[in-house]
T-cell receptor, first 114, second 114 residues
Framework: DQQVKQNSPSLSVQEGRISILNCDYT??????FLWYKKYPAEGPTFLIS?????DKNEDGRFTVFLNKSAKHLSLHIVPSQPGDSAVYFC?????????????FGKGTLLTVNP | DGGITQSPKYLFRKEGQNVTLSCEQN?????MYWYRQDPGQGLRLIYY???????QKGDIAEGYSVSREKKESFPLTVTSAQKNPTAFYLC?????????????FGPGTRLTVT
């Protein structure tokens, strides 16, 4: 049973436009969410996170939006650049207690065309 | 430079042989993790350790073993009991007690078993 779902395996965007990557989750215990970027044959790189006490977090060109009632989050990249082409993973975790486990989605391949 | 190192980058083994993947971190992080990535799949947790001399099974621990004798090191052994060992293996670490759950990843080891 997939608790974190990224329903779009791929997304193609023109350079300079907005990229929107989506993620849905089913576990109500999840209250901390992260986005990672991954190039082929490399480890994922942490991009941005958000806790459930917020509905938006920004860091430069990257903004994450959280809709708790819909159990949905999205990553916006504005403006998109060719170097943003990579696989993006959404991850989630309960923040309480001593459980540090992250549950990952299957990823979305973003291609930014020059 | 602080970071996580994994060696080797590529590893080839014959079926029936055990193989140990190295993971070292100098970030002074308490927690360390091993994930496996298969094509088209997200990251699946194999084992994790929150403190030295303690570790827990993740979602797919069968056929794997770990040790955590030092804070800096978390080696993973892929045993001959693992039915599908060929995969991309990722090690990660995180700091506990900060309220932030970001995990930082090494560059990965591509294991091919024939």
């Amino acid at each position: 049973d997939q608790q974190v779902k990224q329903n779009s395996p791929s997304l193609s965007v023109q350079e300079g436009r907005i990229s929107i990557l989506n993620c849905d989750y089913t576990n109500s215990m999840f209250d901390y969410f992260l986005w990672y970027k991954k190039y082929p044959a490399e480890g994922p790189t942490f991009l941005i996170s958000i806790s459930s006490i917020k509905d938006k977090n920004e860091d430069g060109r990257f903004t994450v939006f959280l809709n708790k009632s819909a159990k949905h989050l999205s990553l916006h990249i504005v403006p998109s650049q060719p170097g943003d082409s990579a696989v993006y993973f959404c991850a989630a975790s309960p923040s309480g207690g001593s459980n540090y486990k992250l549950t990952f989605g299957k990823g979305t391949l973003l291609t930014v065309n020059p | 430079d602080g970071g996580i190192t994994q060696s080797p980058k590529y590893l080839f083994r014959k079926e029936g042989q055990n193989v140990t993947l190295s993971c070292e971190q100098n970030l002074n992080h308490d927690a360390m993790y091993w994930y496996r990535q298969d094509p088209g799949q997200g990251l699946r947790l194999i084992y994790y350790s929150q403190i030295v001399n303690d570790f827990q099974k993740g979602d797919i621990a069968e056929g794997y073993s770990v040790s955590r004798e030092k804070k800096e090191s978390f080696p993973l052994t892929v045993t001959s009991a693992q039915k599908n060992p060929t995969a991309f293996y990722l090690c990660a670490s995180s700091q506990s007690g900060t309220g932030r759950l970001e995990q930082y990843f090494g560059p990965g080891t591509r294991l091919t078993v024939t």
